[in-house]
């Protein structure tokens, strides 16, 4: 229960509709606990002038008559005030869980934005979305009605028991009896079908993940003919989620009659009860009071029934905000100083540097050290899983070195501030994203300036060699990608992604494997440009091509986290070891 104390700074946010929504409570039950009066009343006035014989005489029918109507019309009236303030609360305690729904969203949103690359290889999607629907959703159960109905439940038992107890203890006593047992089974029936109707969810978002990934691969699915396999076990999953939902079903159809069946024992109590009161002549009981009873018992039923939900809402909103709350103060493992220095110079240090990824206990780098000045390129080279894109990693600062020091400009990356240091960086990411947008927009992603021309997106795209293929497709620039557009190739995507990290003109920039699907001739053009733009700034190229890296003033050669060789093209052949293996073959290749 402790966990949604978090959320009283929201309602002290919003304390002004709570304690309206708490007043349009109290007047609508106010009117509401009258109705049953106006009933006793009636009755009573209609039994008096039965009992009296006095309906034969001139004018009693028109006064009956019209006393009805007027008791009618009164009747009428405590509805309306009854509902027009209902309405009121709704307006004001359900609009405001719905703006702190929106709120909370918000804070969590925010907080996944904060987060390093670590948390979201320890967190999986399902998981982080979760938090961010679900959860949400069921904490601001507890926020409308939850609260709502626990301040209804108060002020309307209070108000209606009061008046049972003006009319008759002893029959409010055994009237009431059966009330609590009813918000206890009721609390466990509603267990029950939280807990069953979860399962379905489950089993719901298993499903959709399972269509998900079946959509998503749709191309390898076909190819080795497994869609009958996949048919069989969608059915498996579908006959699971089927059983669990008449399960549910079974379960949810037991709620109303334990209702109504307390109910009918609290009716048949007043009304047995009430009429050995009504015949005995030393209590003052008449059958309007039987009435009274029985419509005060009905609006018992729902406040009372709603006690055993609210307390079931209640626990599984602790249950998903202990969950959010766990979230919220994680703290990002990238941190920005306080005094932070802005970014000043492009000259790259690794000094003894070594990196075991957090989550899996991989060692990504080993003791690596290597530097190359302002205005120079480098390349890396080496097997797969040798620790190349691990580099990259470490420069974008998307992970903290495990140990040893990076240095940018002569400073420890860890003192930069870390926007100026992503600003000037330029990286092109070995799996390339592209957004579900048009060309131009993936383009210019990382330029918050509305000053960016349509020329700097061609210049950008032509120095990246993708310019003439964008210029065929019929919308040009504004054609669109992704689900909704169309599908660029290997070469072509890498290539926007190349020209996404140019038109930044980055102080570094680093192509992590990016030409590997461009033809040799667009590979030197596109090297070429980039020696134009990189002047006096610093290039990293990874690659498994010698023909990448073979311009460069610095190469390294990797093997398991280590650095195996290191110097230029020139040194490198002679010292006649892997690097220069791999030249000779791929001069055969080519
Ligand atoms: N996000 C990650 N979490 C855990 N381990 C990782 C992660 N990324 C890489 N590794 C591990 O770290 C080691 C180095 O990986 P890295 O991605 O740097 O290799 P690479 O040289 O870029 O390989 P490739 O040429 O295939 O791209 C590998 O053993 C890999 O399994
Ligand atoms: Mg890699």
């Known amino acids: 229960m402790k966990a949604l104390a978090y959320l009283n700074k929201y309602l002290w946010k919003y304390k002004v509709r709570l304690g309206l929504g708490a007043l349009f409570i109290i007047l609508s039950n106010l009117f509401g606990v009258k109705m049953p009066r106006l009933v006793n009343d009636t009755i009573g006035y209609i039994t008096s002038i039965v009992d009296a014989g006095a309906l034969d005489?001139?004018?009693?029918?028109?006064?009956?008559?019209?006393?009805?109507?007027?008791?009618a019309c009164l009747y009428v009236l405590f509805s309306i005030g009854k509902g027009f303030f209902l309405f009121l609360t709704r307006q004001t305690i359900i609009v405001m869980s719905r703006k702190i729904e929106f709120d909370l969203k918000n804070e969590v949103y925010l907080q996944y934005q904060r987060m390093s690359t670590a948390f979201y290889k320890r967190n999986n999607t399902g998981d982080l979305m979760n938090r961010i629907s679900e959860d949400v959703s069921k904490v601001r159960m507890y926020l409308g009605p939850g609260i709502m109905y626990t301040i209804n439940?108060?002020?309307?038992?209070?108000?209606v028991i009061y008046q049972m107890f003006t009319r008759s203890t002893e029959l409010t006593g055994y009237v009431l009896l059966p009330l609590p047992i009813m918000a206890f089974l009721i609390y466990k029936v509603s267990h029950i079908i939280n807990r069953e109707s979860e399962q379905v969810q489950r089993q719901q978002s298993k499903m959709s993940t399972y269509v998900q990934e079946f959509f998503s691969g749709i191309r390898v699915v076909k190819a080795y003919r497994r869609e009958h396999a996949f048919q069989e076990e969608f059915a498996i999953e579908a006959q699971e989620y089927m059983d669990r939902s008449?399960?549910?079903v079974k379960v949810n159809s037991l709620f109303l009659p334990v209702v109504v069946t307390l109910i009918g024992l609290s009716t048949i109590l007043a009304v047995y009860?009430?009429?050995i009161m009504v015949v005995d002549p030393t209590v003052s009981f008449k059958v309007g009071d039987i009435a009274e009873f029985i419509i005060y018992v009905n609006m018992l039923t729902w406040p009372f029934?709603?006690?055993?939900?609210?307390t079931s809402i209640i626990q599984r909103a602790a249950a998903s905000q202990v969950r959010i709350n766990e979230f919220l103060k994680e703290e990002p493992e990238i941190q920005n100083l306080e005094e932070a220095q802005p970014f000043n110079g492009s000259s790259i240090a690794f000094k003894n540097v070594s990196f075991t990824y957090p989550n899996s206990g991989m060692i990504g780098l080993d003791g690596v050290n290597f530097e190359i000045k302002q205005g120079q390129s480098l390349g890396i080279m080496g097997g797969t899983g040798s620790g190349k894109s691990t580099i990259a990693n470490l420069i974008c600062r998307l992970y903290d070195v495990s140990s040893g020091q990076i240095a940018v400009g002569g400073s420890d990356l860890k003192t930069l501030d870390l926007n100026d240091v992503r600003q000037k960086i330029g990286y092109v990411p070995q799996e390339v994203f592209l957004f579900s947008d048009t060309i131009a927009n993936n383009i210019r992603f990382g330029i918050h300036d509305d000053k960016l021309s349509d020329q700097d997106i061609e210049t950008a795209a032509k120095d990246s060699c993708v310019h003439e293929n964008i210029v065929d497709f019929k919308d040009g620039y504004e054609t669109i990608l992704g689900e909704r557009g169309i599908t660029l190739s290997g070469g072509q995507k890498q290539r926007v992604s190349i020209a996404r990290a140019v038109i930044k003109s980055p102080e570094v920039l680093i192509f992590d494997d990016c030409l590997s699907a461009v033809d040799h001739e667009t590979e030197e053009a596109i090297l070429r440009n980039l020696k134009r733009i990189m002047q006096n700034k610093t290039t990293v190229i990874i690659s498994h091509r010698v023909s990448s890296v073979m311009h460069c003033d610095k190469i390294i050669m990797l093997d398991q986290g280590k650095i195996v060789e290191y110097g230029n093209h020139q040194s490198l052949l002679e010292e006649r070891k892997k690097y220069y293996v791999l030249y000779q073959k791929q001069l055969e290749d080519n």
């Open 273 to 275: 009860l009430g009429a």
């Open 246 to 248: 008449i399960r549910l």
């Open 57 to 71: 005489s001139e004018g009693a029918q028109d006064e009956l008559i019209n006393t009805g109507l007027w008791l």
């Open 153 to 159: 439940l108060t002020v309307l038992s209070s108000l």
């Open 305 to 310: 029934a709603s006690v055993g939900w609210v």
